[in-house]
């Protein structure tokens, strides 16, 4: 079989007060596709991440201050235009840094990195603010309204599963809101981040305002910049327990987090629903993007009845799907040891293991789109986030059983339903532990909609005017009238 192989059209640079350079040791840029060499990129040192946030805090008093709403607005589209311009190189580099297959990121990731920047642009001019009429004791009134001013220094740091569309989507309503940035992006991808540096920059946004480092998390660029006592706020996206180290350093300084953490999400399959939509929908939301998407179902709960039928057609959809690779060597290590693990404990009835391509992609990082069953609740292939292309079965009996199913375990990100009863449908979707829940589809996204997770899945909500708000610091004006 013949693939595609990309390069990346621009060398990885860091993005400082309005320079690019490459300070710092370089280190190798890898195809997960094949395991080839595509690139190097810069670690930076404490000394870059510190310019950086000078830079940034530097920006708050230039001249980005006295633009309006409108004109941040008329900036935003701007981007969203240069990154249409260069949609090509964009998919390209996106591809050569995950693996992931064209039509994945020229219809999802580089349309909605385009978008975050459209919709935050809108969503932001068109906000209103809250007004009160105060009655005085002197009889004379007073008039409170709300004044939303920047936080100032805001770290986006974010994974590298949907890298543009995850960076951006910080991004976006942080400079919509009047912030500066200091982004950094996953050192496993950090390409399309230097793209949209390089269409910022072109784009004539004031120097300083965005500012783009690149590097490793623990003990690197990720810690010295979401630790730092010069940034105001932090944006995350990435594993829980990584959140945990961020707001252990952020908690020095008090700042504030907003944070996507992982997921472990459950599908529920009613006997009333149309099983042919569920196993379409569960194959999507299982295997998109090999399931290494947060809002990937890794557990589906099928009432008994259709159970048999339901488990045949999914693996039998399971071996036909088209995937991608893991990202890096160390998680498909991971992955697979997890299937080690649950085939000796349960049955696996599609995928399992690595595939034998008998060519270059033998020294990529690919796991076979897997089903698994038989695993007891406890097991850690039914407990812990795989982030991979890994699905696990088990029946059901009652509505009653499956919420409680769904609901169990560490995590609270998102649910898909799949039920041809409308009432039980609004029933049960309400009852779910989590910050999402889909009926009879998946992964439908309305970017004004709260997004986020509950428990060990997040804190905080970003999408519409959650994130306008996290982005924003309301402040109460009194005038006596
Ligand atoms: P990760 O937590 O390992 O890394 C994410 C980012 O944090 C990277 O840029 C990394 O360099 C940085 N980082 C790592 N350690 C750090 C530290 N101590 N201090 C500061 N920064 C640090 O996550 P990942 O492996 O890149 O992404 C996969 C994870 O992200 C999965 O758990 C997945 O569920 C989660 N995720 C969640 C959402 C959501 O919206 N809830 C979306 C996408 C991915
Ligand atoms: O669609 C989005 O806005 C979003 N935040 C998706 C997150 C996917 C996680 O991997």
Redesign the pocket.
Same mark, same amino acid.
């Given at each position: 079989m013949k693939w595609e192989v990309y390069e990346v059209s621009s060398p990885v640079r860091h993005y400082t007060g309005g320079r690019f350079h490459t300070t710092g040791e370089p280190f190798p840029l890898i195809d997960p596709v094949d395991g080839r060499t595509v690139g190097t990129v810069p670690e930076a040192d404490r000394a870059t991440v510190d310019a950086a946030v000078r830079a940034a805090r530097e920006a708050l008093s230039g001249p980005w201050a006295s633009y309006t709403a409108a004109d941040r607005a008329r900036m935003l589209h701007r981007i969203a235009d240069g990154i249409e311009a260069r949609f090509e190189e964009f998919v390209a580099a996106e591809c050569a840094d995950t693996g992931k297959p064209r039509e994945l990121a020229a219809a999802v990731d580089v349309p909605r990195g385009v978008a975050n920047f459209r919709a935050y642009a809108d969503l932001s001019v068109s906000r209103g603010e809250q007004a009160w009429h105060t009655e005085a004791p002197e009889g004379r009134g007073a008039l409170n309204y709300t004044v939303r001013k920047p936080l100032g220094v805001v770290a986006v740091?974010? &994974?590298?599963?949907?890298p543009l569309l995850?960076l951006t989507w910080k991004v976006a309503p942080a400079l919509a809101m009047g912030n500066t940035v200091v982004a950094? &992006?996953?050192?496993?991808?950090p390409s399309t981040a230097h793209l949209l540096a390089e269409v910022i920059d072109a784009a004539q946004l004031p120097a300083g305002v965005f500012n783009l480092v690149h %590097?490793? %998390?623990?003990?690197?660029?990720?810690?010295?910049?979401? %630790?730092h006592p010069g940034v105001d706020a932090v944006a995350?996206?990435? *594993?829980?327990?990584?959140?945990s180290?961020?707001m252990r350093?952020a908690a020095d300084h008090l700042t504030p987090v907003s944070? *996507?953490?992982?997921?472990k999400n459950a599908g529920l399959v009613f006997a009333d629903a149309d099983l042919e939509a569920a196993v379409a929908g569960t194959l999507r939301s299982s295997f998109t993007n090999s399931g290494?998407?947060?809002?990937c179902t890794e557990r589906v709960y099928v009432e008994r009845p259709v159970f048999e039928e339901f488990a045949e057609a999914l693996a039998r959809g399971a071996r036909e799907v088209a995937y991608g690779p893991m990202?890096s060597a160390e998680?498909r290590d991971k992955v697979l040891g997890h299937l080690r693990r649950a085939a000796g404990d349960g049955r696996v009835l599609a995928g399992g293991g690595a595939p034998e391509f008998g060519d270059a992609r033998d020294g990529g990082f690919w796991v076979r789109p897997t089903v698994l069953a038989g695993l007891p609740e406890d097991h850690p292939a039914v407990r812990e986030?795989i982030?991979g292309p890994v699905v696990h079965l088990a029946p059901f009996d009652t509505e009653e059983e499956a919420v409680a199913l769904a609901n169990a375990g560490p995590y609270g990100?998102a649910a898909t339903v799949w039920t041809g009863d409308l009432a039980r449908a609004h029933r049960v979707a309400p009852r779910l532990d989590v910050g999402i829940a889909w009926v009879n589809t998946w992964n439908l996204r309305d970017l004004r909609t709260p997004?986020? %997770?509950v428990k060990a899945?997040?804190i905080g909500r *970003?999408g519409g005017h959650h994130s306008l708000d996290f982005f924003s610091e309301p402040m109460n004006v009194c005038v006596r009238i």
């Open positions: 740091v974010a &994974p590298w599963n949907l995850l950094k &992006p996953s050192e496993l991808t %590097g490793h %998390g623990a003990d690197a660029a990720g810690a010295w910049l979401t %630790g995350f996206t990435g *594993e829980s327990a990584t959140g180290a961020i350093a944070f *996507e953490l992982g997921g290494q998407v947060c809002l990202v998680h986030e982030f990100l997004f986020g %997770g899945s997040g *970003e």
